[in-house]
């Protein structure tokens, strides 16, 4: 069975202080993982997606990056805008749906 | 404006009174899901549909109906609420091939059975 686990669930951060969320994943056959960000109250926005171990992509503050266990969400020099839960989902080749994990609640403090 | 929408945004019900809550899509997606959201579980899947006449279950679809007829609609339908029932509902929407394998989300529509 596929499974995403996210940690810290919670993280409290200075502005401009840096840091990284991890996503560890168990799947059989990874076709993607997707990192979302989610608003109180409202729709999960995408932000990425990573297909093979060592892919990366970037995104004003946020870089995504991959290994074959793990995928990390570091936001450089945050601002008080990127407080949010940012959420980690896999698929698998078999093109099952998305499994999500519970996601990681960002505070960002001015 | 690529979208997904979803209507109603809230809705206060009584146990037992069939509901409806629709979702449309206008960027032509075959894949179309619907999840529930719940406070310490996550977003979980409802059901979910490859393309027009095709459905499956999710991984929590006890209580729930889908149908897709039309590629932009997936409606979700209610026959009996009951108070577990009781979440935010997310619908969305992405393309099934292997070079665009976004979801993308509709804004949620806040469900509460009494």
């Known amino acids: 069975e596929d499974q995403v686990t996210q940690s810290p669930e919670a993280l409290r951060l200075q502005e401009g202080e840096s840091s990284s969320l991890n996503c560890s994943y168990t799947?059989?056959?990874?076709?993607?993982l997707f990192w979302y960000r989610q608003d109180p109250g409202k729709g999960p926005e995408f932000l990425f997606t990573?297909?093979?171990a060592g892919e990366e992509k970037e995104k004003e503050r946020l870089k995504a990056t991959l290994t074959k266990k793990e995928s990390f969400l570091h936001i450089t020099a945050p601002k008080p805008e990127d407080s949010a839960t940012y959420l980690c989902a896999v698929r698998n080749s078999g093109n099952t749906p998305l499994v999500f994990g519970k996601g990681t609640r960002l505070s960002v403090i001015a | 404006e690529a979208q997904v929408t979803q209507n109603p945004r809230y809705l206060i019900t009584v146990t037992g009174k069939k509901l409806t809550v629709t979702c449309s899509q206008n960027m032509n997606h075959e894949y179309m899901s619907w999840y529930r959201q719940d406070p310490g579980l996550g977003l979980r899947q409802i059901y979910y549909s490859m393309n027009v006449e095709v459905t499956d279950k999710g991984d929590v679809p006890e209580g729930y109906k889908v149908s897709r007829k039309e590629k932009r609609n997936f409606p979700l339908i209610l026959e009996s609420p009951s108070p577990n029932q009781t979440s935010l509902y997310f619908c969305a929407s992405g393309s099934i091939h292997t070079s665009t394998d976004t979801q993308y989300f509709g804004p949620g529509t806040r469900l509460t059975v009494l």
């Open positions: 990573l297909y093979s």
């Open positions: 799947v059989s056959g990874l076709r993607g």
